[in-house]
């Protein structure tokens, strides 16, 4: 597609369910990056992929969150056991490799909200 | 470890002002600085992408400096329009940003 798109772009779970929040990059980009972004904040760095294994996964809050990118392209961002505090906007970017500028270009966020 | 500050944290101005928005950030040993718009509910707009060897980078009506010893990033905006009006993030480093909490700013008709 033209830019990067994320699903679903709401999505509210009860505490302690597992969530799967899914990244479609532009088409050749080599680099994936997730963040999250709570309200008034701006975003936090979570993991970013080059090509299919993760480059950096320092900022993964704990165990329960774990990503995905089997074939270098579709990303996915498993949460288990919600909890409230999980609750943010979860952006993904994309750029076209590692060696370039480094600008990213982000799509429009999975909202998750967990009651 | 790495801080970015963005000041003001809100700005309210007539249609057609100049108007700077700053950016500030702990480490200089960055490798890039770049601006994005957020519209409420959306996704970051990339504006404007500084690398560490430059010192400016212009797009239409912004312009964004980049003074690395003092630790400071400027995006102008020259007459500003009700279009505008969204919140404004710098952030540092490459691959791994380093976001501040924005600037939200409001452009009156």
């Known amino acids: 597609g033209a830019g990067v798109s994320q699903t679903p772009s709401n999505k509210v779970t009860e505490k302690g369910k597992y969530v799967e929040l899914r990244c479609d990059p532009i088409s050749g980009h080599t680099a994936l990056y997730w963040y999250r972004q709570s309200l008034g904040q701006g975003p936090e760095f979570l993991i970013y992929f080059q090509g299919t294994g993760a480059a950096d996964d320092s900022g993964l809050p704990n165990d329960r969150f774990f990503a995905v990118r089997p074939e270098g392209s579709v990303s996915t961002l498993k949460i288990q056991r919600t909890e409230r505090g999980d609750s943010a906007v979860y952006l993904c970017?994309?750029?076209?490799?590692?060696?370039?500028?480094?600008?990213?270009?982000f799509g429009e966020g999975s909202r998750l909200t967990v009651l | 470890k790495q801080e970015v500050t963005q000041i003001p944290a809100a700005l309210s101005v007539p249609e057609g002002e100049n108007l700077v928005l700053n950016c500030s950030f702990t480490d200089s040993a960055i490798y890039n600085l770049q601006w994005f718009r957020q519209d409420p509910g959306k996704g970051l707009t990339s504006l404007l992408l500084i690398q560490s060897s430059q010192r400016e980078q212009t797009s239409g009506r912004l312009n964004a400096s980049l003074d690395k010893s003092s630790g400071r990033s400027t995006l102008y905006i020259a007459a500003s329009q009700p279009g505008d009006s969204a919140t404004y993030l710098c952030?540092?480093?490459?691959?791994?940003?380093?976001f501040g909490t924005g600037t939200r700013l409001l452009v009156s008709p």
């Open positions: 970017a994309s750029s076209p490799d590692s060696g370039n500028t480094g600008e990213l270009f």
């Open positions: 952030a540092v480093g490459f691959q791994k940003l380093v």
